[in-house]
């Protein structure tokens, strides 16, 4: 028996870059008025200082893999909706961590799916990712075969199988998203694994040189996170959206070296690049957005350039972050020297 009156929207990952902006969206949005927010991180890649201090927030540091503490959850409080952001979102790391990988990326969503099914949650929203699409299918859509080609994606597309198993056996209501090469404010800038937008700006604040696998010919689409709530917080609402996936994001791919560019010139420094020999991923990624805004309407398409402004004004004033080492590596063969120490 919930130990409060009130109902909650559930954020996991909440305290971390996507998932704080989700909360805020919630907070703005006049359709959730009538709820509170629960926000439950274990603060392994977030920040509580993310979190905007709200009298309709609350905050638990527990993480998904802990099945007891998020049964404890549930009981405790009356979850309307969950929207499951919490990942380790790092594709090309995933090869050498594969365990941690799947026990945080998957089986911590399968207790969430537990847990939503038993306490009759109206709408489950899961940010998934283009990693599931694979390699030389660009531009991805929705109808595209998904053939992940690492252990990210393959857990990702896993999470997705098991929320239409859930729906068909138990109704559970959801909906998929699959954002790509998300960048903002809050975004955890000393993650040296992750996010190269943040990778860039942490190293150019340490007047470090920016580290490109290969030649930097890689190309992607890169979105700012602000363009991504509009449809996230909608899918509830929307019953177009009940028991569909889509593709969410920006449209223009660029590649890694000419976003170098784009960052310096917002620091307003010249590039120095650390080239670091080519590792094995997806050279091409982006994505069609078209069934999105079928569904939920046009959304806004920040201009890179405008979006990196705004994530760099936040970076200068929030510092560098110090980038810690990934101490939980299980296979060494094949990993990139910069990641060793």
Not at 128 to 135: H, N
Not at 284 to 313: I, N, Q, Y
Request: glycine share 8%; proline share 6%; hydrophobic share 40%.
């Amino acid at each position: 028996m919930s130990v409060s009156s009130a109902e909650f929207v559930l954020v996991t990952g909440g305290a971390g870059f996507l998932g704080s902006h989700v909360v805020r969206a919630i907070l703005e949005d006049e359709r959730y008025d009538d709820l509170s927010v629960l926000v439950i991180d274990d603060l392994s890649g977030g920040f509580c200082e993310n979190l905007p201090e709200h009298v309709r927030v609350e905050f638990r540091e527990i993480s998904i893999v802990d099945h007891v503490a998020l049964d404890s959850i549930f009981a405790d409080y009356a979850i309307r909706y969950v929207f499951h952001l919490a990942a380790y979102a790092a594709e090309g790391l995933s090869h050498f961590i594969r365990r941690f990988n799947y026990q945080n990326n998957l089986v911590g969503s399968v207790n969430l799916i537990n847990c939503s099914v038993n306490s009759g949650v109206k709408h489950f929203v899961f940010t998934s990712s283009i990693a599931v699409y694979g390699a030389g299918q660009v531009p991805m859509s929705e109808k595209t075969m998904p053939r992940p080609e690492d252990p990210y994606g393959i857990s990702k597309f896993a999470v997705e199988l098991d929320l239409r198993a859930a729906h068909e056996m138990f109704t559970l209501p959801y909906t998929i998203f699959r954002p790509h090469n998300v960048y903002g404010e809050y975004q955890n800038i000393g993650d040296r694994y992750r996010n190269v937008v943040g990778i860039f700006m942490n190293r150019i604040i340490q007047n470090q040189p920016l580290p490109v696998f290969g030649d930097g010919s890689q190309q992607r689409a890169f979105t700012y996170v602000e363009d991504l709530m509009p449809p996230i917080i909608s899918a509830p609402f929307e019953p177009q959206a009940l028991g569909q996936e889509f593709n969410v994001g920006a449209s223009q791919p660029v590649s890694v070296r000419d976003l170098a560019q784009i960052v310096s010139e917002e620091f307003g420094v010249t590039p120095h690049f650390d080239f670091q020999p080519a590792r094995n991923e997806v050279h091409l990624a982006w994505s069609d957005h078209s069934k999105c805004e079928r569904v939920f309407g046009t959304t806004v398409e920040t201009p890179l350039r405008d979006g990196v402004r705004r994530m760099a004004a936040w970076a200068q004033k929030a510092g560098a972050r110090s980038s810690t080492t990934f101490d939980k590596i299980e296979i060494e063969r094949g990993l990139p020297p910069s990641w060793r120490s």
